[in-house]
């Protein structure tokens, strides 16, 4: 997954601001804090942070500054990847940022995110591979940052049975959204509560002690859980034989052998609960809810889209325009990427057609198939000519609209063997959207591809794919009711 544990970490996080350890300061409503805490996966320590919250100053102006560190190491199907990211943020009394500044480290490339709050307005800047993206947005009122959740929460007042949301600026997708609280009595520990805090349909659980500090926080769906340490155990720290996308994977009753020969597939998803109302519309093919409304079957056949009813190029509909647009992971405006497209595509003009040069074409090129990579931006992807199914994704994307062919990334589940991964791959539309998947240079892309969600990605849309995922892992179980071809 994109950042892996690093978007599990994110949502820990979010209420993580460390055991209290001085409270008061000259400036009034800011206080002190810090600690340290294991990350773990699985029961198992994967990493550790820190964090520090502090009175300061931003620009002359009193204000709490929170320092945040994490560093991380496990394994990608058998591939060792470390990621650490830290940031500083300034936040006025009411916990909105005047400034922050977000860096990212993994597989020797660096992402910095800054964001500057100027009379209500936020300009931020994304720098990825030297590739930088400005946007200005207008920061929403009473809205907090995502990392103030714990403070926020102290202020509304712990009390079983308390529930409340708030809108706060999530610094993972730089977008607003909404986040869940319900707060509980812990019968556990006594005079502790538990909180239970839902954002983008991710459950985190919160453990406070009777003073309102959190001590651990955890991830359900992936067993993933921050735990209060000291500096010198947090910094006892090894790379995990953790493998991330192993733990991540959904099992079935059937091996498949050969995906690519797969004509019609048909299968049954369960759900612990209820079938989530977003799934309906992104399932592949017909689909079939039960009754109990707890399970969904699905067909999907190959989609043989006649190449003569293609649109020709270059594809200009309103409807579509932000499917050609450059985003901050899809660069398809970058100089390097508009030569390759048009070396790819030639002097085709059938929209299908050159959509397919494309896809075999990045399938060539990125002549190394790699997990040590990370979320590599389009741009990153083509220098390193190496990558996972999302390097050959975004790489494949910026390529497609940079052509003019409106495209847009889509994520879900494909076999290997009996248990199905996380993958991504991409959708191409000419004349209708066509699945395509340029990882294992299929043109269309086989059945077996089960699509779960889609969108542009930008910080916001890789987020929202990425946390939609989450949602899913252990939750489901699939099983095979019918194959055709030689699967």
């Known amino acids: 997954m994109k950042r892996s544990i690093l978007f599990i970490a994110a949502a820990v996080l979010l209420f993580g601001i460390p055991a209290k350890q001085v409270v008061g300061s000259d400036s009034p409503g800011f206080e002190t804090r810090k600690g340290w805490f294991n990350v773990n996966l699985k029961n198992s320590k994967v990493g550790y942070s820190f964090s520090a919250y502090e009175p300061s100053e931003y620009k002359g102006k009193a204000c709490q500054k929170l ?24 936040l006025t009394e009411d916990l909105a940022p005047l400034y922050f500044k977000l860096t990212e480290h993994q597989a020797s490339k660096e992402k910095t995110v800054e964001g500057v709050l ?10 990825i591979a030297g590739q930088k993206t400005h946007k200005d947005i207008a920061y929403e009122k009473n809205a907090i940052f995502a990392d103030a ?5 102290q202020r509304k007042g712990l009390k079983d049975g308390k529930k409340f949301k708030v809108r706060v600026f ?17 019968k556990e520990k006594k005079g502790g509560f538990v909180l239970h805090a839902d954002i983008l349909g991710v459950d985190t659980v919160h453990y406070l002690d009777k003073d309102g500090n959190t001590y651990r926080s955890t991830v359900p769906a992936l067993g993933a859980e921050l735990v209060k340490t000291d500096e010198k155990d947090a910094l006892s720290f090894e790379l995990s034989e953790i493998d991330i996308i192993k733990e991540t994977c959904v099992s079935s009753n059937t091996t498949i052998k050969s995906p690519s020969s797969v004509t019609l597939f048909e299968a049954r998803m369960t759900f612990k609960d209820t079938v989530p109302e977003r799934l309906k519309s992104h399932i592949p093919g017909e689909a079939k809810l039960s009754r109990n409304g707890r399970s969904i079957l699905f067909s999907n056949k190959i989609d043989l889209f006649r190449e003569e009813e293609a649109l020709q190029l270059p594809i200009k509909t309103k409807a579509l325009a932000r499917y050609l647009l450059p985003s ?4 398809s ?16 003009k059938n929209s299908y057609r050159a959509a397919k040069r494309i896809i075999h074409w990045v399938y060539r090129y990125l002549n190394k198939k790699s997990f040590n990579t990370g979320f590599n931006s389009a741009v990153e992807a083509f220098s390193d000519r190496q990558g996972d199914c999302k390097a050959h994704s975004v790489l494949a994307i910026a390529m497609l609209r940079a052509a003019g062919v409106p495209a847009r990334a889509s994520a879900g589940l494909f076999p290997i063997g009996s248990k199905f991964y996380y993958h991504m791959w ?5 004349g209708k959207w066509v699945a395509l998947d340029p990882t294992f240079d299929e043109t269309p892309a086989d059945s077996v591809h089960i699509k779960l969600n889609d969108g542009v990605l930008d910080e916001a849309g890789r987020n929202n794919l ?15 009711t019918r194959l055709e071809g030689k699967g």
């Open 67 to 90: 320092t945040t560190y994490l560093k991380f190491g496990l394994l990608r199907m058998g591939t060792p990847i470390e990621l650490d990211a830290g940031g500083t943020v300034f």
């Open 118 to 127: 100027i009379n209500d307005r936020l300009s931020l800047t994304i720098n």
């Open 149 to 153: 959740g714990e403070i926020f929460a």
């Open 170 to 186: 999530n610094q993972d997708s730089l977008a607003f959204e909404d986040l869940k609280c319900t707060i509980y009595s812990d």
């Open 328 to 331: 901050t992971y899809e660069q």
């Open 333 to 348: 405006a970058d100089s390097a990427i508009m030569g390759a497209a048009a070396k790819a595509v030639g002097d085709e």
């Open 426 to 430: 991409v959708e191409a539309y000419v």
């Open 466 to 480: 990425m946390l939609d995922i989450l949602q899913y892992f252990d939750k489901i179980s699939l099983e095979i």
